[in-house]
C-alpha cells in the first residue's frame, strides 16, 4: 500500500499562535487526501476533504478560515491550524485517497497541543 | 448521511478466546466497508475491506468478517485472540469517497 508521513509526529504551541502540519505521500500520486481529527477515545472525524490544485471542500461545522489546507502537488497536502486555542489541542490524521474503491491509506498522525 | 455504529465500546477478553466486534452502517447504497485497526501509539492500519463478490473477507492476522447486506452489517471476527491484538479497531464504510468511522471499540486481551 501507499505510504503516508505527517511532519511533526507531535507538536505544543502557544495559545494564538498557528501551526502547520504536513502530509506527504511518498510513493504514491495522491490526488486526494483527507484531513481528520481524532479525540482522545473516540474516533476520527473528517474535517476535509483536499484536492490537489483546488479549494478544499469542509465538513459542516469546520471553520475552513481557521483550518486552511493547501494541497499544491501530487505529494503534499498541509494543514494549518490558525490562532490556535486549547480546545484545538487534538490528534489530526491525514489520509490519502487512491481512487481504488475509495480505499485510504493514513498518515501516523500528528498530536498537537495548544497551552 | 451515513453512519456507522459500532456496538461494543470495551471488550476485555482472555488469550485464545474467540473474538467479533460488531458493526452496522445505516447507508442503503453500494459501500465500501472497511476494518482498521489503531495499536497504541501507532497509526491506523487496514484489516481487512470488503468491495463486492464473497461476503466473508479474510484480512491479515487471522482476522476475518462478514458482509450480511440485509442486516447492514460487516462484523469481524478472530477465533482465538492473543494478547498482542490488544488495540482499538475501527469500523469505515466508504460512498463515492465519504468515509465515515464508528466510533471504535477498545479490546484488551489479558494474557
Known amino acids: 500500500g501507499a505510504v503516508v508521513s505527517q511532519h511533526p509526529s507531535w507538536v505544543i504551541c502557544k495559545s494564538g499562535t498557528s501551526v502547520k502540519i504536513e502530509c506527504r505521500s511518498l510513493d504514491f500520486q495522491a490526488t486526494t487526501m483527507f484531513w481528520y481529527r481524532q479525540f482522545p477515545k473516540q474516533s476520527l472525524m473528517l474535517m476535509a476533504t483536499?484536492?490537489?490544485?483546488?479549494?478544499?471542500?469542509?465538513e459542516q461545522g469546520v471553520e475552513k478560515d481557521k483550518f486552511l489546507i493547501n494541497h499544491a502537488s501530487l505529494t503534499l497536502s498541509t494543514l494549518t491550524v490558525t490562532s490556535a486555542h486549547p480546545e484545538d489541542s487534538s490528534f489530526y490524521i491525514c489520509?490519502?485517497?487512491?481512487?481504488?474503491?475509495?480505499?485510504?491509506?493514513f498518515g501516523p498522525g500528528t498530536r498537537l497541543t495548544v497551552t | 448521511a451515513q453512519s456507522v455504529s459500532q456496538h461494543n465500546h470495551h471488550v476485555i477478553l482472555s488469550e485464545a478466546a474467540s473474538l467479533e466486534l460488531g458493526c452496522n452502517y445505516s447507508?442503503?447504497?453500494?459501500?465500501?466497508l472497511f476494518w482498521y485497526v489503531q495499536y497504541p501509539g501507532q497509526h491506523l492500519q487496514l484489516l481487512l475491506k470488503y468491495f463486492s463478490g464473497d461476503p466473508l473477507v479474510k484480512g491479515i492476522k487471522g482476522f476475518e468478517a462478514e458482509f450480511i447486506k440485509s442486516k447492514f452489517s460487516f462484523n469481524l471476527r478472530k477465533p482465538s485472540v492473543q494478547w498482542s491484538d490488544t488495540a482499538e479497531y475501527f469500523c469505515a464504510v466508504n460512498n463515492n469517497n465519504d468515509m465515515r468511522f464508528g466510533a471504535g471499540t477498545r479490546l484488551t486481551v489479558k494474557p
Open positions: 447507508y442503503g447504497g453500494t459501500v465500501n
Open positions: 483536499s484536492n490537489e490544485g483546488s479549494k478544499a471542500t469542509y
Open positions: 489520509s490519502l485517497g487512491t481512487g481504488t474503491h475509495y480505499e485510504q491509506y
